[in-house]
């Protein structure tokens, strides 16, 4: 029976891209951040975002382009400011917010697209996929691969599947907590602590 990978590599796929995607990150942040603020149905296009900008750098990353970012300094270093510096100007932006739905995705500029788009200047994402591209789609359990397309259509199909478990999850967890954010100065403080969370991330991103 033909198998595209083996149970073992197909368990340590899941178990890393689980760890990789719940772990909190900007876009967890922003998830939360949105749902708590505008409730559920608001986040639902950047939920749906995240997959596809990580799909699009993980076919990039398994023509061998994303090598190239990783390898080169100069590459690497614009991913990384620029994308830090956008996560910087959302937490400035969600820390000033202080009543709900004041928070609306012209203002965040979280719109479908650039939601796809805000994932390329993640570079967490792109050593996901470069990760993926040579330890699961290149390499079957140390020999080079003779299923390559097979592999990377499966490790498309479950990388998509936890980018946006991941962030749902999270959008749920804001949207519960929506309710409670009603009463006195709690959403204030809520957004602040997200925003500095935010802040912590995009930091975080440049020494990764």
């Keep these: 029976m033909y198998e595209i990978m083996s149970l073992r590599e197909l368990i340590a796929l899941l178990v890393f ?5 719940f772990s909190p990150g900007p876009n967890t942040m922003l998830t939360t951040a949105i749902a708590s ?3 559920l149905r608001k986040v639902i296009p950047f939920t749906l975002a995240v997959p596809l900008g990580w799909l699009l750098i993980l076919l990039i990353t398994g023509l061998g382009i994303g090598t190239l970012v990783i390898q080169l300094p100069i590459l690497r270093w614009f991913i990384q400011i620029a994308g830090c510096a956008y996560l910087l100007w959302l937490a400035y932006l969600l820390s000033r917010h ?5 928070i609306d995705s012209s203002k965040l500029q979280i719109t479908f697209g650039k939601g796809v ?3 390329f200047l993640n570079i967490k994402v792109w050593l ?14 140390g020999q080079t691969s003779i299923n390559q397309y097979d592999r990377l259509a499966l490790a498309c199909f479950v990388v998509m599947f936890f980018a946006f478990a991941s962030n749902f999850s999270y959008a749920l967890v804001g949207s519960l907590v929506r309710n409670w954010l009603l009463h006195g100065k709690r959403l204030l403080i809520f957004n602040r602590i997200l925003a ?8 975080w991103t440049l020494f990764i």
């Design 17 to 21: 891209c689980a760890a990789m995607t």
């Design 37 to 39: 603020n505008e409730g």
């Design 196 to 203: 500095s969370l935010l802040a912590a991330t995009a930091i």
């Design 128 to 141: 996901l996929a470069v990760t993926v591209t040579s330890t699961w789609i290149i390499n079957a359990e």
């Design 117 to 119: 788009a805000l994932q």
């Design 98 to 102: 202080h009543q709900l739905k004041t």
